[in-house]
């Protein structure tokens, strides 16, 4: 996987290219996306928790209508509860392919940035109820943070919604125990640059990698 505004290939972990610094939207790569029409939007203006951005409305569904609200600037995106399941279920279906060394890869090289520039964990408020949303570990196995509303729904953050299809497709979702993929020690350094290659060429919309 490359920057998209160098070309250099994109750290292991997170989202910013180590040689010229560009954010890369990551969360959007294995998506089919469209823009919304005016007639379909609510007509409330809404910003990005995190940036104060104006959001904007993109459907993300291939057989039926999926919107979400997507910061242009930051990368994160609000989904509800329902839409997130869907998603996720959609885009991998019976793809997956359990392989717990390529798995164990993806856990320990999150894309999200988990803190703060100053290292501290923030809580973001909801974009419709302005509350306090839960950090939730995904299906509490997958190692991807997002941010909760009970409500309404889900934030995620730059990298995060990639690094769950990447997580669902190696079969992460049958798998309890997070811990497990994290205490896994590659046989040799062959089968870590596999794993490497694996992911910074994942490609869901093209053939098999």
Not at 71 to 84: M, P
Not at 131 to 156: A, E, P, T
Request: with cysteine.
């Amino acid at each position: 996987m490359k920057c998209k505004s160098c070309s250099a290939p994109l750290p292991k972990s997170g989202t910013i290219c180590d040689y010229c610094k560009h954010n890369n939207p990551l969360n959007l790569y294995l998506l089919e996306f469209k823009e919304v029409p005016l007639a379909k939007r609510d007509n409330t203006f809404l910003e990005c928790p995190k940036c104060s951005n104006r959001l904007i409305y993109l459907n993300i569904g291939r057989k039926r209508d999926t919107i979400i609200l997507y910061c242009q600037k930051c990368d994160g995106l609000f989904i509800s509860h329902e839409a997130l399941e869907n998603t996720l279920e959609e885009y991998i279906g019976e793809k997956k392919r359990q392989n717990n060394h390529k798995l164990s890869f993806i856990l320990n090289h999150p894309r999200q940035n988990r803190l703060s520039k100053n290292n501290k964990i923030k809580y973001l408020n909801c974009i419709y109820c302005q509350d306090i949303m839960q950090r939730k570990n995904y299906h509490s196995n997958s190692g991807v943070i997002l941010h909760q509303c009970i409500k309404h729904g889900f934030w995620i953050e730059a990298g995060a919604l990639l690094q769950l299809l990447e997580w669902k497709y190696l079969g992460g979702d049958k798998k309890p125990q997070y811990k497990e993929y994290l205490s896994l020690k590659y046989l040799n350094e062959k089968e870590r640059q596999e794993a490497s290659d694996f992911i910074n060429q994942f490609n869901l919309k093209g053939q098999n990698q």
